[in-house]
């Protein structure tokens, strides 16, 4: 039996999460299912973070133990050809080592968030971005958002249901950047931490919209992580702009692919 290494980019669109779940579509299901085809038995795979329902990811990361061996060019297409027509793509396969985990492992998780703002409706891009259709500011939602990188007790930006025993996490990078699309602008927000509490980056981004727009001075946002308190955060914005980007390890298992 072998410990594979699994980079899996998908479109959440149609899952109900990465979660695997009874009666709704997941994407751990359907990874799960493809398995299944090649080794017949119930698989278990585990994964860098769980994704909400309709978050993309360009960059996740799972394990699987397997009990033939594979090479991973053969294992990756094999995957990809049973994962048809779900819109799930295995990018690269690594063999590691036993006690190897895809969470547990993990020193860094990337997140981007899209937010596009133009008046005409997005085409190409529906489902892929959060679009608004007034004009934002995006210098002064980098400003804000350097009050949230650091050690800091986020309450403020973490959902009620959230099961992580602190609120405490260390934000190591939060960088907004602007990029000219047909009619408007979008934004992409790329956030660098350890581990993520639940929603946080989605409340984080929907509280620097307001600041975009001119809702808030960018000095709200430091008040409102220093409350300590739901009430305080800004509207959580909606998920179909969120990816879940890349996972770094002390070493990179797809390195040599």
């Given at each position: 039996m072998g410990r594979y290494a699994l980079k899996i980019e998908y479109d959440g669109a149609p899952f109900a999460g990465?979660?695997?779940?009874?009666?709704?579509?997941?994407?751990?299901?359907?990874?799960?299912?493809?398995?299944?085809?090649?080794?017949?038995?119930?698989?278990?795979?585990?994964?860098?973070?769980?994704?909400?329902?309709?978050?993309?990811?360009?960059?996740?990361?799972?394990?699987?133990?397997?009990?033939?061996?594979?090479?991973?060019?053969?294992?990756?297409?094999?995957?990809?050809?049973?994962?048809?027509?779900?819109?799930?793509?295995?990018?690269d396969v690594a063999p590691v080592a036993p006690d190897w985990h895809a969470?547990?492992?993990?020193?860094?998780?990337?997140?981007?968030?899209?937010?596009?703002?133009?008046?005409?409706?997005?085409?190409?891009?529906?489902?892929?971005?959060?679009?608004?259709r007034h004009p934002l500011e995006g210098a002064a939602m980098h400003e804000a958002a350097q009050a949230l990188v650091g050690r800091h007790d986020f309450t403020t930006f973490r959902s009620v249901m959230c099961q992580a025993k602190s609120p405490v996490k260390t934000l190591d990078e939060i960088r907004v950047e602007e990029r000219p699309v047909n009619g408007g602008m979008e934004y992409r927000f790329h956030l660098r931490a350890r581990s993520f509490l639940h929603n946080q980056v989605r409340?984080?981004?929907?509280?620097?919209?307001?600041?975009?727009?001119?809702?808030?001075?960018?000095?709200?946002?430091?008040?409102?992580?220093?409350?300590?308190?739901r009430a305080a955060c800004g509207p959580v914005c909606p998920p179909q702009g969120l990816y879940l980007a890349a996972v770094r390890y002390p070493a990179d298992p797809f390195a040599g692919g």
């Open positions: 990465w979660q695997r779940q009874a009666d709704q579509p997941s994407v751990q299901g359907a990874v799960e299912a493809a398995l299944a085809r090649l080794e017949p038995a119930e698989h278990t795979i585990a994964a860098a973070g769980r994704t909400d329902a309709g978050v993309h990811a360009l960059g996740q990361v799972a394990h699987v133990d397997l009990a033939k061996d594979w090479t991973p060019f053969r294992l990756s297409e094999a995957l990809n050809w049973h994962l048809k027509p779900a819109p799930v793509a295995v990018l969470r547990f492992s993990a020193v860094e998780r990337q997140y981007l968030f899209r937010l596009v703002s133009r008046r005409a409706p997005v085409t190409h891009l529906d489902g892929a971005v959060w679009q608004v409340s984080i981004v929907g509280t620097l919209e307001r600041v975009g727009a001119g809702s808030w001075p960018p000095s709200r946002v430091a008040e409102a992580l220093a409350a300590k308190g």
